[in-house]
T-cell receptor, first 116, second 112 residues
Framework: EAQVTQNPRYLITVTGKKLTVTCSQN?????MSWYRQDPGLGLRQIYY???????DKGDVPEGYKVSRKEKRNFPLILESPSPNQTSLYFC???????????????FGNGTRLTVT | DQQVKQNSPSLSVQEGRISILNCDYT??????FLWYKKYPAEGPTFLIS?????DKNEDGRFTVFLNKSAKHLSLHIVPSQPGDSAVYFC???????????FGPGTSLSVIP
């Protein structure tokens, strides 16, 4: 089954304790991206990757890191989490956005992070 | 500054009637638009899209209309079913095509 898998689904942590949210896709997609969803703000892009070893900042990258060492995996790293990073996080993948940006995104089921 | 706007946070419709969800955008360079549907505790799923060279795209009960001059698009669901109750996001690829910009979403409730 084609899917994007995120782990964990729920995470409660304390300020400053480094954490990693994993994301893996089995569709051989080149493009991967992380979003956070907050009430009234929709989905805001954190980081994206066009392919292996190619990553770039989205609209809200502060406080986050990513890496793309393999095509299927795109972990999100919070080296020193803060309460304002409490949010619902989604990983997504797609074929290349190409010249028209018309490749639909496939999303994971989300990770609800609480930082106290 | 939100480039993709959905000004109605919520919408309630009777089963069998039409649901109309609206989306406005600010950047006239956007040339492709997508709608995603999201159920609680799940990730968004792609629903329907439209290219700027068209003004309408239909897929079963779902139709998206695009008015480029008004920078407005709408999603029509006819007839609405209780299973359509979800949050609907309007999205557009950024002008560099490597970003995808989402609106804040509209929560649709279809009442049996």
């Amino acid at each position: 089954e084609a899917q994007v898998t995120q782990n964990p689904r729920y995470l409660i942590t304390v300020t400053g304790k480094k954490l990693t949210v994993t994301c893996s896709q089995n569709m051989n997609h080149e493009y991967m991206s992380w979003y956070r969803q907050d009430p009234g703000l929709g989905l805001r892009q954190i980081y994206y990757s066009m392919n292996v070893e190619v990553t770039d900042k989205g609209d809200v990258p502060e406080g986050y890191k990513v890496s793309r060492k393999e095509k299927r995996n795109f972990p999100l790293i919070l080296e020193s989490p803060s309460p304002n990073q409490t949010s619902l996080y989604f990983c997504a993948s797609s074929r290349p956005q190409g010249q028209t940006g018309n490749s639909p995104l496939h999303f994971g089921n989300g990770t609800r992070l609480t930082v106290t | 500054d939100q480039q993709v706007k959905q000004n109605s946070p919520s919408l309630s419709v009777q089963e069998g009637r039409i649901s109309i969800l609206n989306c406005d955008y600010t950047n006239s360079m956007f040339d492709y638009f997508l709608w995603y549907k999201k159920y609680p505790a799940e990730g968004p799923t792609f629903l329907i899209s439209i290219s700027s060279i068209k003004d309408k795209n239909e897929d079963g009960r779902f139709t998206v209309f695009l008015n480029k001059s008004a920078k407005h698009l709408s999603l029509h669901i006819v007839p609405s079913q209780p299973g359509d109750s979800a949050v609907y996001f309007c999205a557009a690829p950024g002008t560099s095509y490597d970003k995808v910009i989402f609106g804040p979403g509209t929560s649709l409730s279809v009442i049996p």
